[in-house]
């Protein structure tokens, strides 16, 4: 029994913390085939997530499309499908996953965050602004966001002013937020009838 | 500009990666509360978050309840509504991200997984819930979680084999799927008609 009275399994090797040995060109490897001995650093608990869960949307859009021309709906109905009446509709869904990512790695980085403007109107559309975001988040190398804990991050969203420092800013807003809408925008499509499990949602870890 | 082209602006002050300055007797402070001197870590990613987005949770189900009386709809009907026929119920929702949190948490601390009997029919009994995985998360101390970026983590799900490091576990698994279980439990209150806003999801921070 340990100090706080879990019954610990066995022995199970951990290395040492060591630096992050995840040098990228900024086109990181899928989780499997990486070098995994590594910290837990703020690129890496933000930008591969992001690369992958856009990466994992993006094939979902694909399924949805064929559903829609399978099932002979307008596509447009499914872009603009909502759970309720008051709740955004799945292109706002995808569109905000993509502010929220865009935005996470700029502010963690110090660098501007980029404006899309949001004109999507199609799957097309939506691929194209998920492809967009994930080369943007791709474009930062490790040490522009390492080390980003204590930032000061200043932003607002419709006139509500918000203060964070960078590592609550990822755990608590970055990452609840990000995965919500790509969470949401699976919901909508599952509701609608598209033949998705959740491994789609998670892709291959 | 940086060797990556983006535009910095201004310099921002950012401390040097310091060790953990978090030291918890197993209650976290809410983030806005905390020393926030720290690097980001396997437990700083995993368990305050867990915490945070299971308390938002437990609150989301008190206003679906007080939705259910004043609309004199039967508590079960909530409790059991799907999304779609072949998605899975509400309950089964808060199940799974509890189940996801506590098997987090002690697999990445190197002990064993409380089974939990998933007899819950109730609001009060997924409120339960939710506690005793609060309380079973905030029962390890960082330094039991922390430095498991590359433990060996195996598990099965549904006869299926799955070896993960403790990184990529955490980062792409473990995190999507506690986030899409609990944005698709908000997801079927809203398309009920519960009225909840994305601050209840999100929380405090």
Known sequence: MTQSGHQRMGKVGISGSSDSTFTTDGHPQPPSKRNISMSLSMYQASVPAFVQMLNNLSAILD????HAESHEIDPEVLVNYRLAPDMLPLVRQIQIASDVAKGAAARLAGVEVPTYDDTEKSFDDLRARIAKTVSFVQSFKPDEIDGSEDRDINLTIR???MSFKGQPYLVHFVMPNFYFHCATAYDI???CGVELVKRDFIGTV
Do not use: G
Request: hydrophobic share 30%; aromatic share 0%; glycine share 0%.
């Open 63 to 66: 399924k949805a499309e064929a």
């Open 159 to 161: 006139e509500h002013k």
């Open 189 to 191: 499509l599952r509701h």
